[in-house]
């Protein structure tokens, strides 16, 4: 299994990002298997809260690109694309609990979780120019937002990395969590969350998201029209076949 799910009486639905031998990079077979649990857990009414998390080491090194770019065009059937649309259109709570490596849309997937823990030695990262390619999950509309055009330039254009003490201070992360007790506190989180109204708290969740979901569900695709024209330019190709070499 490379997602683990699991579901509590109390009503929270687990993902775990399983593929350790990997980091965790999402491969097309991940995506649809996060797709389709959000899907599902979207018409059951006995899930009120999902958390999303990897191992207690790791969260996720990004694309596995070589499965990324065998996939094709970006269009609605490819994996990523499909859970890019639904983790944006997911009106229930999501809770993430991240670790080590949080890498390209290990980062940018963050921006669409409601309550973000992290333990203190994650390393976020979205290094998308240093590839030729462009932001994407909408993080060019959200992250700016969030923290600020300047600060977003530095995270979006430079690609630099950032450590959880900075993510905190940016309000990107909620708390910092000792390593041995994250996932453990995640969970709590969210079933204390489960124990709310569940009408209260998506009707909240749609108050609180709902303009900025509608404009990002446009953004995403703007997103994609540019990441897949840059996918095929001479610099990407030459980024991406140094990447691999390096593997």
């Known amino acids: 299994m490379t997602v683990s799910i699991s579901q509590s009486p109390a009503g929270v639905l687990t993902l775990s990002l399983n593929r350790p ?41 990004g ?8 996939a094709g065009e970006l269009d ?6 499909a859970f890019l649309y639904q983790l944006n259109a997911f009106t229930k709570p999501i809770v993430a609990a991240v670790a080590g490596l949080a890498i390209g849309i290990g980062t940018t997937a963050l921006l669409h ?30 992250l700016p ?3 600020g055009y300047q600060r977003a330039a530095q995270y979006l254009l430079l690609g630099e990395p950032f450590d959880t003490a900075q993510a905190v201070a940016m309000g990107m992360v909620n708390q910092q969590v000792a390593s041995d007790k994250l996932l453990e506190f995640a969970a709590a989180k969210a079933a204390e969350l489960a124990k709310l109204p569940a009408e209260a708290v998506q009707q909240s969740k749609a108050l609180i998201r709902g303009k900025i979901k509608r404009k990002a569900d446009k ?14 330019s001479d610099a990407c190709q030459q980024q991406l076949q140094g990447f691999f070499a390096k593997k």
Request: charged share 20%; glycine share 2%.
């Open 21 to 61: 031998d990997k980091k965790n990079a999402l491969s097309l077979a991940m995506y649809r298997q996060l797709t389709d649990a959000l899907q599902q857990a979207e018409r059951d009414p006995a899930v009120k809260v999902v958390v999303l998390q990897g191992s207690a080491s790791c969260f996720s090194s």
């Open 63 to 70: 694309n596995d690109l070589q499965d990324f770019l065998a």
């Open 76 to 81: 609605a059937h490819h994996p990523t694309v």
């Open 113 to 142: 979780c409601d309550l973000v823990y992290a333990a203190p030695d994650c390393r976020f990262q979205m290094p998308f120019s240093q590839l030729g390619l462009c932001p994407e999950a909408a993080s060019s509309l959200l």
């Open 145 to 147: 937002q969030l923290i």
């Open 219 to 232: 953004v995403i695709a703007t997103e994609l029209e540019v990441f897949g024209a840059l996918l095929k």
